[in-house]
Each structure stands twice: as C-alpha cells, then as structure tokens.
C-alpha cells in the first residue's frame, strides 16, 4: 500500500524575502552596537547564504519543472554571492539602498542557473517570481534615492528603458532563429534588463556581448557530461545571468 508524503513544498516566495533579512540585520544593528567587523558581517552574511541556497536546493528538488542537484551546488555559489555583497558594502562599493537587490538576484541566480545547467530549462515558477520581486525592490530602491535628496526618475526610466530593450532583443533573436534562444530565456530577459538599465545603460550592451562569450566558452569547454544532458543546445541562461551579475553585484 502506497502512503503520500504529507510533505509541502518549501514556501520560496515568502523565504525569498525573509532570509535576505539575515544579511541586512547586521547593517540594521548599525545603530545600536555599533558598525559590525568585516569577519562578522561576511561571515553572517555567508551563512546566511548557506541557509538560502538549502532552501533553493530543497525547492528545486519538489518541483517538477526543477531539478535534484548535489549539496552544495546551490548553498556554496549563494554563500560566496552573499558573503561578496556584505564586504562590497563594508567598503562602500554597494549603497545600502542596493543590498535587498543584490542579496535577492544572487539567490535567484545561482537557482536558475543551477536548473539551466542540469536540464537545459528555465522554470517559470522562478523566472516570474522575478518580476514582482526586482520591482518591488527597485521600488524601495528609487524610494531610498529620493530620500536622499536625488532624482529617483533616473532609475526608474532606465529600469524600464533596460527591460524593453532587453526583451525586444531576446524576442527578436527567439523568433530569427527559436533554437538558439529559449522562449524562457526571452521571460527572462525582462528582470535582467530592468537591474542592468538600473545600474548604468552602458551596462546593457555589455552584459549582451558577455553572456555570447559565456555561452561560447560553455560550447567550448563543457565537460561530456554535461553536453549528454544538453541535447537541445547550450544553455544561455547561465552567461546571461553571471554577465548581468557582474553589474548588479
């Protein structure tokens, strides 16, 4: 006699704006004790990375359009993403305004990328999540702007001049040529093009010539193992999402 599992899926969604709250406590603390060392921030910050990519790890494995990765592939690259992000704040290279995007594209990142690698797919149940997130907090992010004394209309028109763009792009090359370009490639280009027109336009055409040469390398490079698995081509995903990383993060 067969017996269901009673078990349910993690909550992603709600963890996904829950567990960044471990990297901001230190900065919140600011007030009370004190600036925290960078070993104690980097290393909460890291930590909390660890408890992120479990939860993404865990998430990924339950749903069928996910994929069941070792340990650690997804708690290491999140715990190194997080624990960068604290010491790019500590030094002053990343405003305060900017942690709650970075932390959450890390996550996101590394979950999609992990997917894409192993199953040469991009599950929309992420892909979409993205939508709503990265507009919320570059919502707090224009709202911490004005705050500030400066003009939020900047980031807000180059966020939504970075996704038109990006998406007209990505939906251009998918219809051309469909095999080259994945239809959720061509979703997720939208959130991408949005933080990267929010950092810097220039970032854009850079980002697009970078990704090419991740995803080329990959053709490259990959081990056997992994072309076994990428019968229907290259993964792009993974090129688009570290070159836009490099801006974001």
Known sequence: MLVKSTT???PVRIALFALPLFVLTPLMLNNFLGPP????????????????????R??????????????GCCEVPTAILWGLIAWRWHIGDLPTWWLPTAALYAWFA??????DFRERRVP??????????FGCTLTLAAVAVAASGHSWKP???????????FLAIHATIHLVHPPSLGAGDVK????LGALLGAVDLIALPLALTLAAVITLALAVAAPR????????GIPHAPGMLAATALFVL
């Open 37 to 56: 060392g960078p070993v104690i921030l980097i290393s909460v910050s890291a930590t909390a990375g660890i408890l992120a990519g479990m939860v993404a």
């Open 225 to 232: 193992t992994l072309r076994t698995r990428w019968r229907s």
């Open 58 to 71: 865990r998430f990924l494995a339950r749903h069928p359009r996910g994929t069941r990765a070792r340990a």
């Open 155 to 165: 980031l807000v028109w180059n966020a939504i001049l970075g996704a038109t763009a």
């Open 8 to 10: 349910r899926p993690i």
């Open 124 to 133: 929309d149940v992420i892909t979409l999540a993205g939508y709503p997130v």
């Open 110 to 115: 590394v979950s999609l990328a992990v997917v």
């Open 188 to 191: 997720l280009s939208v959130p």
